[in-house]
């Protein structure tokens, strides 16, 4: 560079000129970027304007292919109308056809209608005299079959009152069996829902088939048993006594009845004979409950009876006893647990001295003191003392077991005939000797005239007769009769019932006394020359009944269910046994001033 040329100002030069470009490029880099700016803008706007026109070109297309749609559719239905109006026209011209022809064809109809209708009106005149004569024999076929059903029902009740004098001719017991029905206590465990179905405990297997036979169906086979009447587990309490109401009749003519329940535990002994257990204290009505059993139906069928005959004639009396542990215990009295012993008396009777009888219990209750027994309330109230004494417990099978065999004892003191009546012992002479008609016998003291016969009465009285009348009054004889209604102990297996320590003994006792029941009744049906009455103090006890001085009936009781098997197939054999026993004709009960003499009953006058 040349000496003296001042270097700055070149350089401010250049740099000026340097900051004008730099000037002018950022001034064309702001016009690029505005115009980029512009140019991006305008792409949005043109990307949105495709959008608008897609989504419009799309809807077009869609509104085409809906338009092409329609228009194939208008064509097919077109096309399908076409042809429906083709098969109008057909139709059409058959109906047209058809209309021609059907004045005709009416007119045929109508011709042929009514040759039917006369023909059916010829019929129906016809058949109006056949319907009428149909009637008339319809109506007499009725009648007939009325008659022959009355007639059947007469006669099957005739079969049975003769059958019935039949047995009583033989002697044979009256047996009948009662079933009950199923229990929720017979599953033995087992669920209740199952109750009676087939293969469990509680499956039925004693079926009922008709008014006289029972069937028991085993895996083996089945086995029929036939008894005098057989009870449905739907009879009523009511239903059983009707068959044995009729009994009731001959207590009143003299004659001795029994009627025993027998079965196994848990069976419906005690329902039987007394009633529901849902009323413990067994309270009576005055009007009869559907559940009152034998007993309670018994006093009050004895009580009605009573009511017609003369007032006076006739007086009650109630015993109540159960036989527990082979021991006679009186429920009655002031000491249930004294042990009493049966009597044999000089006519064979057999009675207990020592036995409370309601007209002279006196530590029953104050308002029974010394008054008979005249209404069926004062029965049951003695009923209901000697049950609240009985010994009762609660087993595996049965949750109210009788432990002991209980005996109510209604004795019926009936006024004899007049002329049966014996003169009353009169009153000694001042020496001591009895005077007779009025003046001092010489019979010796003991009580018995020159020929032997006695001088007591059956109820005493003595007195002393006028010295100036020959006439001595006489004491009305009396015929003594009882009706025994005896609700068995339940025959019980032990495994089953679970019993131990003191129930165990009185059910080995029970079983025993059963046993011996059983044993008197086969040694009568086979007519042995010795009856063992007193291997148990219940045969001893029962013997009179047994033995044939009483109608006998007994009241089998037999549950359903399989798990009871072995035991009512037990309880039906001795039904059986029982049936098979021919005691000789029932003897009528007479006043002791009479006696039997022949076969026919005459009464001879000692």
């Not at 949005?44 to 959008?51: K, T």
């Not at 399908?80 to 109006?85: D, R, T, V």
């Amino acid at each position: 560079m040349p000496l003296g040329i001042d270097k700055s100002d070149f350089l401010q030069e250049k740099n000026k000129k340097l900051e004008r470009d730099l000037r002018t490029k950022d001034e064309r880099i702001v016009a690029l970027e505005t115009e980029n700016a512009m140019l991006y803008l305008k792409l949005a706007q043109m990307r949105s304007s495709l959008q608008c026109s897609r989504e419009e070109v799309s809807g077009l297309q869609s509104q085409y292919d809906s338009e092409t749609k329609f228009r194939q559719n208008v064509i097919e239905s077109a096309l399908k109308f076409k042809q429906e109006l083709e098969s109008i026209k057909r139709k059409l011209a058959a109906l047209q056809r058809v209309a021609v022809d059907l004045p005709i064809q009416f007119q045929n109809d109508i011709k042929h209608a009514n040759s039917v209708v006369q023909r059916h009106r010829h019929l129906f005149v016809s058949q109006t005299s056949s319907l009428s004569t149909m009637q008339e024999q319809l109506s007499q076929l009725q009648g007939s079959l009325q008659d022959i059903t009355e007639q059947h029902a007469k006669e099957k009740k005739r079969r049975q009152e003769l059958h019935n004098v039949l047995m009583e001719l033989r002697g044979n017991i009256r047996v009948h069996c009662r079933v009950r029905p199923l229990m929720d206590f017979d599953c033995g465990g087992e669920d209740t829902k199952m109750l009676g179905s087939s293969g469990t405990k509680s499956e039925v297997v004693v079926h009922y088939m008709d008014d006289e036979n029972v069937c028991v169906r085993t895996t083996k086979h089945n086995k029929v048993f036939e008894y005098e009447r057989v009870y449905s587990p739907d009879e009523s309490q009511e239903f059983v006594f009707d068959e044995v109401q009729p009994m009731m009749t001959s207590l009143l003519d003299g004659y001795n009845i029994c009627i025993m329940a027998y079965g196994q535990t848990g069976s419906g002994k005690t329902h039987t004979m007394l009633g529901s257990h849902k009323n413990e204290d067994y309270h009576l009505r005055m009007e009869p409950h559907k559940d009152e059993g034998v007993i309670p139906r018994a006093a009050r069928e004895l009580f009605r009876l009573i009511s017609e005959k003369p007032e006076g004639t006739i007086s009650v009396e109630v015993s109540v006893v159960e036989i527990y542990n082979n021991d006679i215990r009186d429920l009655l009295s002031g000491d249930p647990s004294a042990k009493h012993d049966v009597i044999t008396g000089a006519d064979g009777s057999l009675s207990i001295p020592t036995l409370t009888s309601s007209p002279r219990t006196i530590e029953l209750r104050k308002q029974l003191v010394q008054k008979k027994v005249d209404k069926i309330q004062d029965v049951m109230s003695f009923v209901q003392y000697g049950l609240r004494m009985r010994r009762e417990s609660a087993t595996m099978v049965h949750e109210h077991s009788s432990r002991s065999h209980l005996v109510v004892t209604l004795t019926v003191n009936s006024q004899a005939p007049n002329f049966l009546s014996k003169p009353a012992t009169p009153s000694p002479a001042p020496d001591g000797t009895p005077v007779i008609m009025g003046r001092p016998s010489t019979a010796p003291a003991g009580g018995r005239d020159r020929r032997g016969r006695s001088l007591s009465l059956m109820t005493t009285a003595s007195f002393e007769s006028p010295p100036q009348s020959p006439i001595v009054p006489s004491t009305p004889a009396v015929i003594r009769t009882k009706l025994q209604l005896v609700d068995l102990a339940g025959s019980e297996c032990v495994g089953m019932s679970g019993v131990t320590g003191v129930a165990l003994r009185e059910a080995s006792n029970i079983n025993k006394s059963l046993s011996a029941l059983a044993d008197v009744l086969g040694a009568l049906a086979e007519h042995r020359p010795h009856v063992p009455y007193r291997n148990s103090r219940l045969t001893h006890f029962l013997q009179d009944s047994i033995g044939g001085d009483a109608k006998l009936l007994v009241l089998l009781c037999v549950a359903p269910a399989q798990r009871y098997i072995t035991e009512t197939t037990q309880c039906l054999g001795f039904g059986q046994r029982a049936r098979q026993v021919q005691r000789g004709p029932t003897k009528r009960r007479l006043p002791s001033s009479a006696e039997k003499v022949g076969g026919f009953g005459k009464a001879s006058f000692r």
